[in-house]
């Protein structure tokens, strides 16, 4: 195995086609996805794929590695996705790059797909597809965020971290941010449309994925994470014609204190007029308006369950996501670097019961 301060051999140089695997104690899922991008179809020649791993503890790499895939850990006390995407594609010398997180499966049609896509417009630069939770029955929570997936098909401002991209339009554009802690997808996108390029999502299953939420502060935690790099994101292209994410991360400053506030505000009308009305009042809107979530959201699935509890979900969500920008804030005041955040614990090494995922 080696480092990336030390790879410099890129795999695969005359293929069309490469893949780069990310993963931090990915052990429980790393055969199915390694299983999974040895099944592609209906790409000629050879496809090569490395794995990166960012410090796991679970025997991920040697797992990958007795695959028969090239290893590449970090060697880095700040292990990022961007960091590990940007060691991945650069020892890849394919034409085309495909990205894949280590607790996804790969459609095996898609990579064929996509290409098709890029052939079709040179100015097209990343195709991405549908990922889907392949677990919705295990949690409510993986059953609601399996919604956050769905998109429209057709060009986009940004994509996930599954994606198929253009070798060239990466290297143009200096790869990923290896700061960013989340976010690393969209803010790569908004540079590759500052130079023309386009981000197509095409109508076409692309990964499985197993987002494995079973505890509400893993939910915590995750939406954390979001609301960090809304901050993170929207404050470096504020001031530019392109403001990456800056109508988000307002509008969360809002929904978020008004859904911190008001409860407050109905608990302490209640007690001094001795009476559940104002709480009940604030209830009935909360309600209503996760309802109305719901109804606009009905495109996506007809599982009224589901859009019932993602109406829920799209406004409380937002308490941890202002939660994250204020920690990007007080982090940026004290000067300190941000470490990961995290939702996952490492399963056992190989040999043990897989282990529970836990914020």
């Known amino acids: 195995m080696e480092t990336a301060d030390i790879a410099d051999a890129r795999a695969g140089a005359n293929s069309a086609l490469g893949v780069v695997i990310i993963g931090r104690n990915e052990a429980t899922h790393l055969h199915a996805c390694l299983a999974s991008v040895r099944a592609i179809r209906g790409v000629p020649g050879s496809v090569p794929t490395i794995y990166v791993d960012s410090g796991s503890s679970d025997g991920s790499p040697r797992l990958a590695a007795e695959a028969g895939v090239q290893v590449i850990e970090l060697a880095t006390t700040k292990p990022t996705a961007a960091l590990g995407r940007n060691a991945g594609w650069r020892a890849l010398g394919s034409e085309l790059v495909l990205f894949l997180d280590g607790d996804t499966t790969l459609d095996p049609d898609f990579p064929r797909l996509a290409i098709e896509a890029l052939g079709r417009d040179p100015q097209i630069v990343a195709v991405w597809g549908h990922r889907r939770e392949i677990h919705t029955d295990r949690s409510i929570y993986n059953r609601v965020l399996d919604l956050d997936w769905v998109y429209a098909a057709g060009f986009t401002d940004y994509c996930g971290g599954d994606v198929l991209m253009r070798r060239s339009a990466l290297e143009a554009a200096g790869g990923y941010d290896a700061e960013l802690i989340a976010g690393e997808e969209p803010e790569l996108c908004r540079r590759l449309r500052a130079r023309g390029g386009k981000i ?36 470096r292209y504020r001031h530019t014609p392109d403001p990456l994410w800056l109508k988000e991360s ?71 996501v202002l939660w994250g920008q ?16 995290e939702y996952k614990r490492p399963a056992p090494p190989s040999g043990g019961s897989p282990g529970q995922m836990s914020g």
Not at 206 to 235: C, I, K, N, P
Not at 274 to 291: F, K, Y
Not at 326 to 341: C, D, F, M, T
């Open 250 to 320: 307002r509008g969360n400053l809002v929904r978020g204190g008004f859904w911190i506030g008001t409860p407050i505000l109905a608990a302490g009308a209640s007690i001094a007029a001795r009476s559940p009305l104002p709480v009940l009042a604030w209830v009935a809107l909360l309600g209503a308006l996760a309802l109305r979530s719901a109804w606009k959201t009905r495109w996506k699935t007809r599982d009224r369950v589901a859009l019932a509890a993602y109406g829920l979900h799209s406004h409380l969500q937002q308490i941890p």
């Open 326 to 341: 204020v920690r990007y804030a007080l982090e940026r005041v004290r000067g300190k670097k941000a470490a990961l955040i």
């Open 200 to 235: 197509l999502h095409v109508d076409a299953p692309m990964t499985g994925h197993d987002l494995a939420l079973g505890r509400f502060r893993q939910y915590w935690r995750r939406a954390v994470r979001t609301g960090y790099a809304y901050a993170e994101v929207s404050r």
